[in-house]
C-alpha cells in the first residue's frame, strides 16, 4: 500500500475522544457515543448546553475532585485530570455522529461487549451510564428476558462493577432539568458511598 492511500484511509476515520480509564477507579462515566462537536473539542461533555459539567459541579459527587484542584466548577478541560481524582470516562460506542440515533443496533451491541471488557479491566467501584439508551445493549447482554430497565442502581453487574444509570444529560432530553439531573448525581454519589463502606 502506498503512503498516500494510507493517508487517505486514516484521513477518512472520525477521530474520537480517547478512553480515560485506569485501574483502581472510584467512577467511570460511560455516554452513549462521543458528539462530533465533543471530537472537535477534544473533551467529554464539551457542547455548552449539554448539562453534565454543571450539573456533575453541582452535586456533592465531585466534592472531592472540586476540592482537589481548588475549583468551584469543573468544566469539560478538566475531564482529563479526573482519573487521578478517581473519576473515569469513557463511551459504549467511540464512533462520533451528530446525534446518538446515527448508531445501527449492531454499534450499540458491539459496544455492549467490548465496554463490558474495559470495565474488566479497569475495575471501576462502578460505572455510571448516561441515558437508558446506553444502558439498554448492556442490558439486554446481561439479562435479555428481563422486565424493562429503569434509571438507578441496576440489579445486576457487569462483571464485579456495579452499574448506575442516570438520565441522559443531553438537553435534547427536556425530561429531566439541570437540577434533577445534579440530583440524580447525588444519588449516585449515595450508592457509591454506600459501595465503598
Not at 467501584?125 to 430497565?149: D, V
Not at 438507578?152 to 441522559?168: A, E, I
Request: contains cysteine; glycine residues 6%; proline residues 10%.
Amino acid at each position: 500500500m502506498t503512503a498516500n492511500i494510507i493517508a487517505k484511509q486514516a484521513a477518512a476515520k472520525p477521530a474520537t475522544l480517547p478512553d480515560l480509564l485506569r485501574p483502581g477507579l472510584d467512577l467511570v462515566f460511560v455516554g452513549i457515543n462521543p458528539s462530533l462537536y465533543s471530537v472537535a473539542k477534544g473533551h467529554y461533555f464539551a457542547r455548552p448546553t449539554n448539562r453534565f459539567w454543571p450539573a456533575f459541579s453541582r452535586s456533592r459527587l465531585s466534592a472531592k475532585a472540586r476540592a482537589a484542584l481548588g475549583l468551584e466548577r469543573l468544566l469539560p478541560e478538566h475531564d482529563t485530570q479526573l482519573p487521578a481524582h478517581g473519576i473515569g470516562f469513557t463511551d459504549l460506542v467511540k464512533r462520533p455522529s451528530a446525534r446518538a440515533a446515527e448508531l445501527s443496533r449492531w454499534e450499540l451491541e458491539a459496544g455492549a461487549e467490548a465496554l463490558a471488557e474495559k470495565l474488566a479491566e479497569a475495575r471501576p467501584r462502578i460505572a455510571c451510564l448516561h441515558g437508558l439508551t446506553a444502558y439498554r445493549p448492556l442490558y439486554r447482554l446481561l439479562a435479555p428476558t428481563g422486565a424493562a430497565p429503569l434509571l438507578g442502581l441496576q440489579p445486576m453487574r457487569l462483571g464485579p462493577t456495579p452499574l448506575f444509570v442516570v438520565p441522559n444529560p443531553s438537553p435534547a432530553n427536556a425530561h429531566f432539568t439541570p437540577a434533577d439531573q445534579a440530583e440524580w448525581y447525588d444519588r449516585l454519589a449515595a450508592a457509591l458511598e454506600e459501595l465503598t463502606g
